[in-house]
């Protein structure tokens, strides 16, 4: 697979999802989980889009100033840093670029911030291709589905953490203190994925 797909690549469903991305179809994909990355680059391109990757917070915001996309989909935790400041690399050079948030350590604060810098939506991992497709193209106002179970006790335990994690600035001695809780403790829970 190239890292840049052909513009005029068609969807297999026809003209009606090629007319939904309108007459930019560039999107760029920051993951660091290699094969994943390359699945959802081919899933996505197969829908129209021209395709750039980056595997890297590096990379994607070299990506973004060089070219900024029309669309991006971003993961937060990258090995180097995080996706929210490729978000803001791209939110210097383009306005109008639709962003989606993918991660497999979601929660609200995040989910906040990362609206806040201009994501349209936010997808834990994993997310499949028409998900993403359809956070990507949705139009204003578009509402999601509301879950059908409500957050178990574990995992409103986790928002709170991390709520105090981001207004912290991610400063983990700082987020142990507020909480009254081991440094160490702090640092496995914010290592692990979200409960469901």
Not at 54 to 74: F, L, M, R, T
Request: hydrophobic fraction near 35%.
């Amino acid at each position: 697979m190239t890292e840049n797909a052909p513009s005029n690549a068609q969807s297999p469903s026809g003209k009606a999802e090629s007319d939904a991305l309108g007459p930019d179809p560039s999107l760029l994909i920051v993951d660091d989980d290699v094969p994943f990355l390359r699945r959802l680059a081919r899933a996505m391109e197969s829908r129209g889009f021209a395709v750039d990757i980056a595997a890297s917070v590096g990379e994607g915001i070299a990506k973004s100033k060089a070219s900024p996309p029309k669309y991006a989909v971003v993961d937060l935790r990258l090995g180097d840093g995080n996706g929210l400041d490729v978000i803001q690399a791209i939110r210097e050079r383009r306005d109008d670029t639709r962003i989606v948030v993918l991660t497999g350590y979601g929660n609200i604060a995040t989910a906040v911030t990362a609206v806040k810098l201009g994501a349209l939506d936010y997808l834990a991992k994993p997310a499949d291709a028409d998900d993403i497709y359809h956070s990507l193209t949705q139009r204003p106002g578009e509402k999601a589905e509301v879950p059908e179970n409500p957050m178990s006790a574990d995992r409103v335990r986790w928002e709170h953490i991390q709520r105090v994690y981001e207004n912290c600035e991610r400063n983990v001695s700082e987020t142990a203190r507020r909480l009254n809780m081991h440094r160490r403790t702090l640092q496995r829970i914010l290592a692990k994925r979200a409960p469901k």
